[in-house]
């Protein structure tokens, strides 16, 4: 079984950078994604070039910091500050005119990378907003507009601790499906955090979720630098081998 450990987020601050750039310097993570309308996008972008063995997406966002467009559509998102308003996203309504300036937006997004001389292997999304179902069609449009066919799916691996409905999983199902074929995409077959994979595999739990398939390719989000995530980060620079981790071979979006 393989695993893509991706730290989010590449770009949001200077320590943030900085954790991530000495995680992968001593081969801990495999994977990163940036913010391009972030603060310290500038000061990230210097350095991957340092990390030949890493895969660099892009994290397309709609919930922080000042966007990179200026169309009148992006007004319900934004604060009076003009940056993004956290979850607005989640509560509006997608008019015509919103989901073009959304579109203009990522693919502003993903220019600005392709322009500073990376073309991103894969895309995922701050907060988790590409996973939101109006929004498929959206990132399916950018997906065409840049030919990027590597997309992180929505969550579909929980923690021993965390409760989980049929009926979600079902359609967390339905939209993996959807993302997968239309416009095909390739994708890894489970995704979650670190944390609950560590956990998970602590307690042999991990079958529950993959039926044992040993050629699975698993995605595992990591937020490093980030304040709330020390103890995730802390797992990170531990050896982690009492949770089985000499089992599991390392890889990258761009082995997809």
């Known amino acids: 079984m393989r695993l893509i450990i991706n730290a989010d987020d590449l ?19 495999t994977s990163a994604t940036l913010i391009t309308n972030a603060p310290f996008f500038d000061r990230a972008i210097e350095r991957l070039g340092n990390f030949p063995r890493c895969s660099f997406g892009i994290h397309l966002n709609l919930t922080e ?22 979850d607005a996203i989640r509560s509006i309504t997608l008019t015509p005119l919103i989901r073009h300036a959304i579109f203009q937006e990522w693919s502003a997004q993903v220019t600005r990378l392709i322009a500073a001389g ?5 895309l995922d999304s701050h907060h988790h907003v590409h996973t939101i179902p109006p929004l498929l069609p959206i990132l399916k449009r950018v997906q065409r507009r840049f030919v990027i066919r590597r997309v992180r799916i929505t969550k579909n691996i929980y923690g021993p601790d965390q409760p989980v409905s049929k009926s ?6 339905i939209w993996n499906f959807l ?3 239309w416009y095909s995409t390739a ?5 979650t955090s ?7 595999v602590a307690i042999s739990g991990l079958g529950r979720w993959l039926r044992d398939d040993k ?6 989000m990591t937020h490093p630098g980030n304040p709330l995530f020390q103890e995730e980060t802390a797992l990170l620079y531990s050896p982690w081998v009492g949770a089985g981790a000499s089992t599991f071979q390392p890889a990258s979006y761009s082995d997809l």
């Open 168 to 173: 979600l999983l079902f359609r967390k199902r």
């Open 118 to 122: 990376h073309v991103p292997s894969h």
């Open 215 to 220: 050629s699975a390719v698993i995605e595992l």
């Open 65 to 86: 910091f000042r966007p990179l467009t200026s169309s009148p559509g992006l007004q319900p998102l934004l604060n009076p500050s003009g940056e993004f308003d956290g």
């Open 194 to 200: 670190f944390r609950e994979f560590y956990d998970l």
């Open 11 to 29: 770009g949001y601050s200077e320590g943030v950078n900085a954790e991530i750039f000495d995680l992968a310097s001593r081969n801990l993570l």
């Open 179 to 181: 993302l997968r074929h």
């Open 187 to 191: 994708t890894t077959q489970g995704f």
